[in-house]
Nanobody, 122 residues
Framework: QLVESGGGSVQAGGSLNLSCTTS????????LGWFRQVPGKEREGVAIVDSDGTTRYIDSVKGRITISQDSAKAWLYLRMDSLALEDTGMYYC???????????????????WGQGTQVTVS
């Protein structure tokens, strides 16, 4: 089960740290990701991290957002700085028992999803 936390309301330019518990999964190869969705729009991938630590980001968040795992690989994090209005949305963590498709990743690659945590930037 994936459970997100850390969402909230923040002013533009501020920071938030999202967390997602990923314990209970024992795959040696996997892909973890953060996605976000605004009502009326399709869910958008934000960042992914492979089991070997390789990361990918969408262009709009590069340099502002960092995806990472703890050393025990029980938590997935999303550090968000310099938040902008367009970062508002429900943020979901997701997991796949397969390695990431690093050059063509999408939500269809992920089998397990959390319930989401709301991020509101004003």
């Amino acid at each position: 089960q994936l459970v997100e936390s850390g969402g909230g309301s923040v002013q533009a330019g501020g920071s938030l740290n999202l967390s997602c518990t990923t314990s209970g999964y024992t795959w040696s190869a996997y892909c973890l990701g953060w996605f976000r969705q605004v009502p009326g729009k399709e869910r958008e991938g934000v960042a992914i991290v492979d089991s070997d630590g390789t990361t990918r980001y969408i262009d709009s968040v590069k340099g502002r957002i960092t995806i990472s795992q703890d050393s025990a690989k029980a938590w997935l994090y999303l550090r968000m700085d310099s938040l902008a209005l367009e970062d508002t949305g429900m943020y979901y963590c997701a997991m796949s028992p397969l390695e990431c498709y690093l050059d063509s990743w999408s939500e269809d690659d992920f089998k397990y999803w959390g319930q989401g945590t709301q991020v509101t930037v004003s």
